[in-house]
């Protein structure tokens, strides 16, 4: 209970900051907002009751604060054109949007901590069982979707986009298999560490290993981190807890590592003196430096904040391809019907449209608080994020018992560092279909045996 009222203090408070924040940037008010931030998160997680840091709500939180709240505080005093930030933008909205940003996600942990805690619900019920059987399928399913995957140039397609020979948004057959291996390949590493026999995650374990890789060696990163999150989280639950010092030093170790592939994305391993071609790339001038990745996605809030307040709110018209994605080929279909660009109806273009015109073989990313406003303004960004809130924390409660609550949990835990810099709508089609997947793997099964671990 004390949590849910500390909460709702800092959402009421959150509000009357977009009500006063000042019509120009504002270094101080930022700052108030940045300390807020902190103070808020170290409550929370301070009251919560589940144990330990590895969460969502601890990586969507560093997540957040990078994409949201560092560059008006650490950059643009001193540094304003950092990276993307050289591109023209609305310095005056940098106050408010800091505010709005601070709206969602106080509104975000309300939303976590008023779910309904559904563990009486399933008192008396056993833990759902995913058998060698099930995980073997999957692994098929994967390993025959990445072959094609393979086998018709998708793997060559993603390094010649890292290295700037190749726009990200072709479309070819390797994109379908890219789809269903996603999709086969994160259930199989929700399910992995479930499993009692070690011989079977050691081999399944290899296998993603290899898979990573190879998707690394292109300079690819979501895939890689995707699985890589659902592993860290999965083992934590089901073989070890992990110290907060080990968690800490994953991080940076991660977050260093990550920075080393988007550096490398034009320079080949396998090119003579490579190592001294990424010395020069390093240009690393603060440790802020290494999460800029997430950082230059606070430019598109700005943008469509300013949008939104300047021209017009795009409601569900500006995610169109996205919601009707689950459905092959209708996207495609509401295209042709709209004689619009094709930005202004798919999730996440708008910012790249508004900066580099329509076509663009460059992506700017976004943000998933820009989007939300930018679609229905402050309403928007309250009820997404506190739905989005809900929805973790109910899901998180129904894991054990319920499998598919298992995979949309496990499926948000994928996406969690990336989303603030994303679309709102977490890849409906991902969702959809992998619900579907888990379906046909279990509607032949009655999944109420206890497993014991």
């Not at 015109?357 to 990313?365: D, F, I, K, Q, R």
């Not at 109910?394 to 990336?418: D, G, K, P, Q, W």
Request: hydrophobic fraction near 50%; proline fraction near 3%; glycine fraction near 6%.
């Amino acid at each position: 209970m004390m949590i849910l009222i500390v909460n709702i203090l800092f959402s009421i408070l959150s509000l009357c900051l977009v009500y006063l924040a000042p019509t120009e940037y504002s270094y101080s008010f930022c700052v108030t907002i940045n300390v807020l931030f902190v103070v808020q998160n170290i409550l929370y997680f301070s009251l919560r009751n589940d144990d330990g840091l590895v969460c969502f709500e601890f990586f969507f939180m560093l997540a957040f604060w990078f994409t949201n709240f560092v560059y008006p505080v650490f950059y643009y005093p001193t540094n304003p054109h950092f990276s993307m930030f050289s591109s023209k933008f609305n310095e005056n909205i940098i106050t408010k949007s800091t505010a709005i940003a601070y709206l969602g996600y106080s509104v975000f942990l309300l939303g976590i901590s008023n779910s309904r805690r559904m563990l009486s619900y399933y008192a008396n019920k056993d833990p759902f069982v995913f058998d060698n059987r099930k995980l073997k399928l999957l692994f098929y399913f994967s390993f025959i979707f990445f072959f094609f995957y393979m086998t018709f140039g998708g793997l060559e397609h993603l390094r010649n986009v890292y290295s700037g020979g190749a726009d990200i948004r072709q479309v070819g057959v390797y994109s379908y298999f890219l789809n269903l291996f996603t999709i086969a390949t994160l259930l199989m590493a929700m399910f992995l560490f479930r499993q009692k026999n070690r011989k079977i995650i050691s081999i399944y374990g290899f296998y993603l290993l290899v898979v990573m890789l190879l998707f690394i060696s292109t300079g690819t990163r979501g895939i890689v981190l995707g699985i890589g999150l659902i592993l860290l989280f999965t083992y934590n639950k089901y073989v070890r807890r992990i110290s907060k010092i080990q968690l800490i030093t994953l991080i940076v170790f991660g977050a260093l590592f990550l920075t080393f592939i988007v550096y490398g994305r034009t320079t080949s391993l396998f090119s003579k003196h490579w190592m001294d071609a990424m010395v020069l790339k390093l240009r690393v001038t603060s440790f802020f430096d290494l999460f800029s990745d997430l950082i230059i996605n606070n430019r598109n809030l700005y943008v469509l904040v300013n949008y939104a307040d300047s021209v017009r709110h795009t409601y569900f018209f500006g995610m169109l391809t996205d919601i009707v994605s689950p459905i092959p080929g209708l996207a495609r279909y509401i295209i042709g019907i709209f004689h619009v660009p094709v930005e202004l109806i798919t999730g996440g273009a708008l910012p790249t449209y508004l900066t580099l015109g329509p076509n663009s073989a460059l992506g700017l990313g976004t943000n998933m608080i820009g989007e939300a406003y930018v679609s229905f303004g402050l309403f928007g960004v309250i009820c997404f994020m506190y739905i989005l809130g809900w929805i973790i924390k109910a899901s998180r409660n129904a894991s054990e018992y319920n499998i598919y609550a298992f995979v949309i949990y496990y499926l948000f835990v994928s996406h969690t560092v990336f989303y603030p810099r994303a679309p709102i709508l977490f890849e409906p089609r991902t969702i959809v279909w992998s619900l579907i997947l888990i379906y046909f793997l279990t509607k032949k099964y009655v999944i109420r045996t206890p497993t014991i671990y």
